[in-house]
């Protein structure tokens, strides 16, 4: 009697703690789902990175720069910010809280940005001679800083003008007039690209891109926070519309002179893939037409700015979208690395300027999605791809001669490495589906050498679901790959609500084998409040080829409306789902797919939310909304039958709309001009902004956007 009852209280005490220990886990908040809870986030290495030329790495601990030799098992204090300090002060120049981030120029030598009185310093450390010296600086309220390492002068932005700090001089480059601004990004950053300024490799001459927005039209954005409310005009052009007129200009730093690059008529023309050519005389630009589907890689002097000859081109019926640059071999002024869709995927291909050759390096059904650089000694090139599967992003080493290729990375998941100068190691920072984040060491065989950074499961404590990923089939038999999240108490016995999380669009994939399947919190965070989250990446999505992804061209929206009820169809197979309460939701592209789907298949979907959404491409930009719908001019049809505004009369149900009032990326117009054609068609349907805040809500106000979605679902679905 006594032992039994021992035996029952053990057994009780362990059922209670289990339930203790249940009740103890914790449940995401708003916050956790709207990025402002770091401790939700793996923790990552701060400034794990190779020392200049060295097979050294080091790792910023407890503000100090402590390294290692690959390989070995010691660890050595390179040095603390108490020393880093006493090299400030010798030099006069303010103290630092921390460790700043470093630039290696060599093995002793780094870089780094300060703050100073009323400007921002760009200093350079020397571990050998054991100083710091302040080589120039930048005002405060400049932008786009570009180092040139060469010279350690830093190219700059102030508003609309470029500048060069060089030593305590400062030269500025443009005196521009309204509705010209330089050295900034251009076309609205599509086609690669990402800064508007670039130092010749000697760093003598500075290219920048110069554009021209007079001839577009001003954009109205109302800015609230005045007592009257004022107007912020920006520039947008629209399908169809005028759009602004770029130049590359070269200015050289010697003898102040200035060049434009005489890239020819007309002016309606993209600029893409800036590259100089290492003998810093020549110059290379993708020359893309309006209707993006001719590309002519040019070659110009970088003396005289005339056109040189044309090294190759591309066409394509549907499309050209160039990449980046051309990347040319370490030492070589003859031969270039250049990534193109040619054969239905990204390859890599070698080009010869003189041979006027080209061979195609890669080859296969999958897309490279980065070229990663060259050894030092320009032998072999790194590169990461799709080979394993679309889901994984994998790191290789191909050698130019043989073309031997060797896949340094093993485990299964998303990489980002980095190769250390003689290429015999690697650094490999990876994720996967049940890796939050990780840091492993790899020789040059792919061989594992040593774990360097492992991040614990910064969720192990909450209530979470289950993550399936899965795959259907498309009309066309094409792979189509699915997320479906489980609320963390799942009941297979019950029926549960769905809500279909969706972009759909071009330039994304949603479902990827990293943490939590791609997801984030803020779906996990849906399921935990009681809904099955299902995730379909439909035809159009990216890095799966030319035929997956251009065969939306022309009639965006409706492929991609039928990829997406194949997964519907799939769902009402599921004995857990009630097909009676299924919700979409979608920002952006994924706004103008949840419209889409709500007013097409109102027989499906009970209730959606849609933020930002793209409503009618005839107010969407040139670059983007050319690019997959042709101009209004040219394909009528497209954009009639894509228009969700003329079809609000076949709205039924519950529809949530929300976009930001000082949108410059999807305007506003876009929502506004669909609300009143709603009341025109006698349709409810209801409506939410968010001032002050541009194409998406960000900060702590985004934990009440989060807040107002989860809860219109569990109000109306």
Known sequence: MKKGFKLF???????????????????????????????????????LKWVGNSNNYMQVKDNQIVTITAGKAKETTLLNLDQLNGFNNQAN????????????????EAYFYAMGKGNINLNVMNLKAKSVKNVTSVPMNSENQTVCEATQMVAYTVENNLFVANGDKQIQITNNPEGTIAGQSVHRNEFAIEGGIFWSPDGSQLAYYSMDESMVTDYPLVDITERIATEKAIKYPMAGMASHHVTLHIYNMATGKEIVIKTGEPA??????????????????????????????????????????????????????????????????????????????????????????????????????????????????????????????????????????????????????????????????????????????????????????????????????????????????????????????????????????????????????????????????????????????????????????????????????????????????????????????????????????????????????????????????????????DTPQENPEGYELTSLENKTDKLEGKLLMIHCTTDPVVMWQHSLVFVENCIHNGKQLDYFVYPGHDHNVQGPDRAHLITKITQYFKDNL
């Not at 120049?93 to 002793?108: A, H, I, V």
């Open 93 to 108: 120049l303010d103290s630092l809280r921390r460790m700043p981030n470093l630039t290696w120029m060599n093995d002793n």
């Open 9 to 47: 209280t053990i057994a009780a005490l362990a059922a209670f703690s289990l339930n203790l220990q249940a009740q103890e886990k914790k449940f995401f908040t708003p916050e956790d789902a709207s990025y402002n809870n770091r401790a939700v986030y793996a923790k990552r290495p701060n400034q």
């Open 268 to 629: 309606e023309q993209y600029l893409t893939a800036i590259t100089w050519n290492p003998d810093n005389k020549r110059v290379y630009i993708g020359v893309l037409n309006r209707g993006q589907n001719d590309l002519k890689f040019n070659e110009y002097s970088a003396v005289s700015g005339d056109f040189i000859q044309t090294i190759f081109e591309d066409k394509d019926d549907q499309f050209v979208e160039p990449t980046g640059p051309a990347y040319f071999l370490p030492g070589n002024t003859d031969q270039f690395i250049w990534k193109a869709q040619r054969d239905g995927y990204y390859h890599l291909y070698l080009y010869s300027i003189s041979k006027k050759t080209v061979k195609q390096l890669t080859k296969g059904d999958f897309v490279v999605t980065d070229f990663c650089g060259f050894s030092n000694d320009g032998k072999n090139i790194y590169y990461r791809s799709t080979e394993v599967s679309p889901l994984e992003r994998h790191f290789y080493v191909q050698n130019l001669k043989s073309g031997k290729i060797t896949k340094i990375t093993k485990e299964h998941g998303t990489h980002d490495v980095t190769p250390s100068a003689d290429g015999k190691y690697f650094i490999d920072a990876y994720t996967s589906t049940d890796v939050p984040f990780n840091v492993d060491l790899q020789d040059a065989n792919g061989k594992f050498v040593k774990r360097l950074h492992e991040a614990e499961n910064p969720i192990k404590d909450y209530n979470i679901g289950t993550t399936e990923i899965g795959q259907l089939k498309s009309e066309d038999g094409q792979t189509l790959y699915t997320r479906l999240i489980k609320p963390y108490n799942f009941d297979a016995s019950k029926k549960y609500p769905v809500i279909v999380y969706v972009y759909g669009g071009p330039h994304a994939q949603l479902i990827t084998d990293e943490w939590l399947a791609g997801a984030g919190i803020y779906l996990n965070y849906l399921a935990q409040e009681g809904f099955v989250v299902f995730t379909l990446d439909n035809r159009g999505s990216a890095d799966r080829g030319e035929a997956f992804e251009q065969c939306i061209h022309r009639q965006c929206g409706q492929l991609e409306m039928r990829d997406q009820m194949v997964g519907i169809e799939y769902l009402k197979t599921l004995p857990f789902v009630d097909a009676d309460r299924i919700g979409s939701d979608g920002w952006s592209y994924g706004g103008f797919m949840s419209t889409s789907l709500k007013i097409n298949h109102p027989e499906v979907f009970k209730v959606s939310v849609a933020g930002g959404p793209v409503l009618d491409w005839k107010y969407y930009e040139i670059m983007y909304g050319e690019r997959y719908m």
